[in-house]
Nanobody, 127 residues
Framework: QAQLVESGGGLVQAGGSLRLSCVAS????????MGWFRQAAGKEHEYVAG????????YYADSVKGRFTIFRDNAKNTVLLQMNSLKPEDTAVYSC????????????????????WGQGTQVTVSS
């Protein structure tokens, strides 16, 4: 089972950018679909973005479309989330998740379909 470690969180002003990184160890990274979730204080988890094994299938929440980009580098066992035009409402703990998939295009539909999680990294956007 993969182990996931996130990095790249921090404090940024509204309108700024951050890039989150999630490095996986263990089983072959290219057998996993990957996702990013966030949880703001007092709120439920939100599925922010997901990417299939091959990168051909990508999901974005409506709240981040056009501002966030998910991409993966299978050679480096890494999935990244580029976050631009950040807003105070993007403040949350961001976690990456992984789920083994037998097909290259399949993508989990929500957090209940991901089996492996990282510890999370805090992103704070000041106004």
């Amino acid at each position: 089972q993969a182990q996931l470690v996130e990095s790249g969180g921090g404090l940024v002003q509204a309108g700024g950018s951050l890039r989150l990184s999630c490095v996986a160890s263990g089983r072959a990274f290219d057998t996993y679909a990957m996702g990013w979730f966030r949880q703001a204080a007092g709120k439920e988890h939100e599925y922010v973005a997901g990417i299939s094994r091959s990168g051909r299938t990508i999901y974005y929440a409506d709240s981040v479309k056009g501002r966030f980009t998910i991409f993966r580098d299978n050679a480096k066992n890494t999935v990244l989330l580029q976050m631009n035009s950040l807003k105070p409402e993007d403040t949350a703990v961001y976690s990456c998740a992984a789920e083994p998939k037998t097909t290259s295009w399949a993508l989990p539909r929500g957090m209940h379909e991901y089996s492996t999680w990282g510890q999370g990294t805090q992103v704070t956007v000041s106004s």
